[in-house]
């Protein structure tokens, strides 16, 4: 499961691997209201993403690790926080987290480092095979983390032929999906086992 973390909007994207292939079994985004206490966001984010994890079971969370420089401090600091309800859903439910940098994913799906959000959504369509350019671009980064915490693990970048994804995307949480009524897709085949 991947977990691209916001305090306005955080995007994840659960990937299952199997004989048949690569399965997008949920993605969506986590949004909580600005006009609402700190407190009152973070709550709300760990309680979507502790559901999420309680429904979908991952064997590893991969969350996108902090910027080393951030041109606003206090985006870290939000960023920090969000991150940190992140890891104790993760934690209370003992999933490992893998944190990888966001020019890692962006290198790895895209063969560049510094890709934008647009490259980074046609890259993650094609590697998962996906009939639509997934939106928004942090359901796009939620996925790209999966898939590169899958390779990271297994060796393995996940393939598009003869793979398969599941149909609507059901909501572990209440949360905006992507896609929202979807028909199932082909993928190209895979020969990763196990469950990111």
């Keep these: 499961m991947g977990v691209d973390p916001g305090l306005v909007a955080t995007g994840f994207g659960v990937l299952e691997i199997g004989p048949g292939g690569v399965t997008v079994r949920d993605a969506g985004v986590i949004s909580t209201t600005t006009g609402q206490p700190l407190e009152a966001r973070l709550n709300a984010l760990h309680r979507a993403v502790y559901r ?5 079971s991952p064997g590893l969370l991969v969350v996108e690790d902090l910027y080393t420089e951030y041109k606003f401090p206090r985006t870290a600091i939000l960023m920090g926080h969000a991150r940190g309800v992140i890891y104790l ?15 890692e994913v962006k290198r790895a799906m895209t063969g560049n ?57 059901p909501s572990s949480a209440g949360a905006q999906r992507w896609p929202p009524h979807s028909p199932p897709r082909p993928l190209i085949p895979s020969r990763i086992t196990g469950r990111p």
């Design 113 to 169: 480092g510094a890709a934008g959000k647009g490259q980074m959504q046609r890259a993650v369509q094609t590697v998962l095979g996906l009939k639509d350019l997934p939106r928004p671009s942090h359901v796009a980064d939620a996925l790209g983390l999966a898939a590169t915490g899958m390779a990271r693990i297994t060796g393995r970048v996940p393939g598009t032929v003869g793979a398969r994804t599941t149909g609507s995307f």
């Design 52 to 56: 999420i994890i309680e429904l979908q």
């Design 89 to 103: 859903a993760a934690r209370q439910l003992g999933v490992s987290v893998l944190a990888l940098a966001p020019s």
